[in-house]
T-cell receptor, first 110, second 110 residues
Framework: EAGVTQSPTHLIKTRGQQVTLRCSPISGHTSVYWYQQALGLGLQFLLWYDEGEERNRGNFPPRFSGRQFPNYSSELNVNALELEDSALYLC?????????FGSGTRLTVV | QKEVEQDPGPLSVPEGAIVSLNCTYSNSAFQYFMWYRQYSRKGPELLMYTYSSGNKEDGRFTAQVDKSSKYISLFIRDSQPSDSATYLCATPNRDDKIIFGKGTRLHILP
């Protein structure tokens, strides 16, 4: 069974640019979660999508947004990138409470 | 007070030793708990989860929950160098956001 896949694995952007990260959940999982893991801050919850709807949102500004497609894959969009957005962005999926994580996208903003 | 607290380490122990990793949590309403293992440059991998107080064993790993003192532990027996990773405890809050500890870095010395 394929796990959660994320793309790209690494990305370098400059301040002010926009970025789109992608996630494909495990087959059969309808929920997708996005987390940001910045150095020293641990895993911070960003967004939760289920059945195409945004169900919950963490304490992040509106320039962090996303969507979930009919096939349950998901995109995370970050506009007006700032240096502090540099982090590992992790996607997780679940059909129950424990989440299964992808390997993440390492975003560096310069 | 943070909802889930975890000593960041690093914790260095010799190969073969028993490892004890611990977290404390603040909300007695938390119902179940998870332990994730994260290798460098990878996403977190679910190790164990438990819904109740007491012990749950899986191979060399034992998860322990003490709800009276709001304390959760992960024990690793016969530790191996391949166990060197960051270990994160986690629990969902009432909004179903998974709250993660910041992780403990573990080094198993050959």
């Amino acid at each position: 069974e394929a796990g959660v896949t994320q793309s790209p694995t690494h990305l370098i952007k400059t301040r002010g640019q926009q970025v789109t990260l992608r996630c494909s959940p495990i087959s059969g999982h309808t929920s997708v979660y996005w987390y940001q893991q910045a150095l020293g801050l641990g895993l911070q919850f960003l967004l939760w999508y289920d059945e195409g709807e945004e169900r919950n949102r963490g304490n992040f500004p509106p320039r962090f947004s996303g969507r979930q497609f009919p096939n349950y894959s998901s995109e995370l969009n970050v506009n007006a990138l700032e240096l502090e957005d540099s982090a590992l962005y992790l996607c997780a999926s679940s059909s129950d409470a424990p989440r299964t994580f992808g390997s993440g996208t390492r975003l560096t903003v310069v | 007070q943070k909802e889930v607290e975890q000593d960041p380490g690093p914790l260095s122990v010799p190969e073969g030793a028993i490892v004890s990793l611990n977290c404390t949590y603040s909300n007695s309403a938390f119902q179940y708990f998870m332990w994730y293992r994260q290798y460098s440059r990878k996403g977190p991998e679910l190790l164990m989860y438990t819904y109740s107080s007491g012990n749950k064993e899986d191979g060399r790993f034992t998860a322990q929950v003490d709800k009276s003192s709001k304390y959760i532990s992960l024990f690793i027996r016969d530790s191996q160098p391949s166990d060197s990773a960051t270990y994160l405890c986690a629990t969902p809050n009432r909004d179903d956001k998974i709250i993660f500890g910041k992780g403990t870095r573990l080094h198993i010395l050959p």
